[in-house]
């Protein structure tokens, strides 16, 4: 397995007048990338920047490129073309102090399982 750094941007139909949650098929994204986060598939992931144009990175662990492109083609807003799959590169890590693990164990731990 190997590490991935994906950058997303949005698509021909985001809605600059709507924020982030309040785009189309908002439920099915936040589901779709959730589903992936707990599959232990996305590590990472969040919008970056100032919102304008939209953004989000991921980090993502994965057997390929071919396999993150192929997953991450599956997102609703993907479909939609709300959100593009942009740069997918592999990334090796050098440099850990691990004070993200408390956060990761947080975020893992669904209330409920999916």
Known sequence: MEYFVVTNEQGRSWVDARPMREQELWAEHAA???SLMYAGFV???????????????LIIQSNSETQVRTRLAEDPWVRAGILLTGRVDSWKILVSNDKLDPVLAEIMTPATPP
């Open 43 to 57: 590590i990472l992931g969040g919008p970056i920047g100032s919102g304008r144009p939209h953004r989000a990175l």
């Open 32 to 34: 779709f990338v959730n």
